[in-house]
């Protein structure tokens, strides 16, 4: 019961914070797999200002989400994934 409440204590907090970036929210949520909780995920990480990031690929370098060849000569090369946004 104790956690259930702290738990919707903490859903509003969020909601409470996510109200002015509403718009910000939904475009996010258009992208395929992206729901509520993911978008406030990418906003709290990344912040609602893009232009910090010159090109998508950038930022999802940043984000550790860019998809990578670690295959040469049909060999597989051992790799440490980067730490990135991860939902």
């Given at each position: 019961m104790?956690?259930?409440e702290s738990i919707r204590t903490l859903d509003q907090e969020i909601e409470k914070y996510l109200?002015?970036?509403k718009e910000e929210v939904q475009l996010l949520q258009s992208v395929p797999g992206v729901n509520k909780?993911?978008?406030a995920i990418l906003?709290?990480?990344?912040g609602p200002d893009m232009s910090q990031?010159?090109?998508a690929a950038h930022l999802a370098s940043w984000a550790g989400v860019c998809?990578?060849?670690h295959e040469s000569a049909g060999k597989k090369k051992p790799f440490e994934p980067r730490r990135g946004i991860h939902t």
């Open positions: 104790f956690l259930e109200e002015p970036y909780q993911t978008a906003l709290a990480e990344m990031f010159p090109t998809p990578g060849n």
